[in-house]
């Protein structure tokens, strides 16, 4: 009878783990093996030395330029001490011009101080900024580490976006965090929080950062329809549409893929280098083997849509480097913002009623997918390799992630037309505030709190679906859209408008500007983090509260820690160079 009700107990266990996207790749059980001798492989000394080679360029042209700038300020020390010296004349006893002065004069018979040496008539040095390759300022490292945290020209309502963008990458972590500690817990932990973790009406925020992602959509979406209308107003309309679509494009994929592209090769190349242990092999599952085969799709960003068909037999999993499947959904719906953009800024009202009609179809296109694949709220996460599971047909197609993307691009049109930085709309009475306000925390709260009680927490039932059919069909169609519209009143109310000082001065705080620049970079790696720890455990690990915020916090730190390593040496120097590159279309 224990052995009996022992197995019972592991088989409710592993039933609940096949709803998680991680564990339900781990469900099978695996005999521990030996860590094998490490062999290098062509691919890891390309990553290795591709990886060297941005740190070697950015550490040896920060050098030479150190050195060159320490040289100058000696010879233009020397110089001053020079040309402040008073020189007496033999025959008159008086004080003689200093060199440069007699230049400027052009008592020596030269062109004068507009002549060709073009130094200061007063100091003899260069005048304006010196350009010791435009290039090579790119990979500087004090340069980069200075742009980074050098203050941003935008205005406080804009400001606060990059506390919002913290935020949501912090609450990205803390969902992946959890699900990535769960297959290295013991039998007795995964009990534990079967049984009294996942009951909790706050473990709803864990389960639910999937929303996070979706506020990045958002926030991409307003920006970039912003910035647009925000050209369009300043110089007018393109002169040639194409040319700049085009330009608008490369610079989108250029801004992107460096970064992106050095990760993947961290992925696919050096990550496996940084462990061992009977675990570690183990996270290197069919996702992790697509890279090989599939890699090129990441780089075009299509890899939500190849080969994993809607429908297909290929169909399964998130594949290579799977949470890229955001970079392909952000990109993909990039694509709608240049004739949106164009045709907001010469005919508004078809500009919003196209926009409208978006959103629409993307609520309906979630509700016919959800009732035609018979998909489940509690599966909505399970990263199963059956065909027609929630994550390939549903959950990272840009046809269904589209509503938060189109809202923001909405919000930005909108803010325009009121006078943007400029409007005039007054601030209304206190009550009128509040009640906005609670109708957005409103919105945002359901979709995530009213998943709370869906699963069986007890008996043989244990982690399955207790909601019916309809409840799915209701939640699965309208979740997004309701946080789309809590989140753009939010931005719009407090941040825009300044409705709510409170909010707009904390999440406009300076200090989130930094760290919202390294977002992208953090997004990247921390998975990378995440599977270093997690999967290098030699043993099963016990769960506690504090184990989880202790791992949590550790990941964050050197998440950005990566990421601003990451920043300064690859994506900062990458945009250096596209902005010299790169035409500016008009």
Known sequence: ????????????????????????????????????????????????????????????????????????????????????????????????????????????GSEGATGGDNRSSVTGKP???TSSGGWMQCFSLPHNVGQLFAPVPFSPGLRCLDGMRVISILWVILGHTFLELVPVMDIGSLLFVVRSVLPRFTFQVVTNAVFAVD????????????????????????????????????????????????????????????GSGPLWDSWQTDDFHKCFDDWW???????????????????????????????????????????????????????????????????????????????????????????????TVVYNKPYTRATPYIV????????????????????????????????????????????????????QGQ???????????????????????GLAYLVLGSCLLDWNPWVARFLGLRFWSPLSQLTYGAYLVHLFVLISIAFNFSKPILYSDGMIVAMYLGVVILAFAFAFVLHVVVERPMLGLEKMLMPRSR
């Open 1 to 108: 009878p224990e052995d009996m009700m022992v197995d019972a107990t592991f088989q409710a266990v592993v039933k609940f783990l096949t709803h998680f996207p991680v564990t339900s790749k781990f469900t099978s059980v695996t005999c521990l093996r030996g860590t094998p001798e490490p062999v290098s492989s062509p691919g890891q000394v390309a990553g290795v030395t591709l990886l060297t080679t941005f740190a070697v360029v950015a550490v040896t042209i920060t050098a030479a330029q150190l050195l060159v700038a320490t040289t100058r300020k000696q010879r233009y020390r020397a110089e001053d001490e020079q040309e402040t010296m008073p020189l007496v004349s033999k025959d008159a006893g008086q004080l003689a011009l200093g060199p440069s002065q007699l230049k400027a004069d052009g008592g020596d």
């Open 127 to 129: 005048r304006g900024k």
């Open 215 to 274: 506020s990045f959509f958002l926030l991409s979406g307003f920006l970039g329809m912003y910035l647009a209308l925000k050209h369009f107003y300043r110089t007018g309309a393109p002169r040639s549409t194409v040319q700049w679509t085009a330009l608008l494009l490369a610079h989108r994929y250029l801004r992107l893929t460096p970064l992106y592209a050095v990760c993947l090769v961290m992925y696919m190349y050096v990550l496996p280098l940084w």
């Open 297 to 391: 799709t990441n780089m075009l960003y299509i890899n939500n849509l190849v080969p994993n068909q809607f429908g297909g037999k290929a169909t399964g999993g998130l594949g290579c480097m799977g949470w890229s499947w955001y970079l392909a959904n952000d990109f993909q719906l990039f694509l709608l913002l240049p004739p949106l953009a164009l045709l907001q800024y010469h005919a508004p009202k078809k500009g919003y009623a196209v926009m409208v009609l978006l959103v629409a179809g993307c609520v309906a296109a979630n509700g016919a997918l959800v009732h035609a694949f018979d998909l489940r709220t509690c599966e909505a996460d399970q990263d199963s390799q059956a065909p027609g599971n929630y994550q």
């Open 408 to 459: 923001g691009m909405a919000l930005a049109a909108f803010y325009h037309d009121i006078g943007g930085e400029h409007h005039t709309i007054q601030r209304p009475v206190f009550i009128v505030r509040a009640a906005g306000l609670v109708v957005a925390l409103v919105l945002l709260a359901v979709p995530v709190f009213s998943t709370y009680g869906m699963r069986a927490t007890s008996g």
């Open 463 to 485: 982690g399955d679906c207790e909601w019916e059919a309809w409840q799915d069909q209701v939640y699965l169609t309208l979740h997004r859209a309701s946080w789309s519209l």
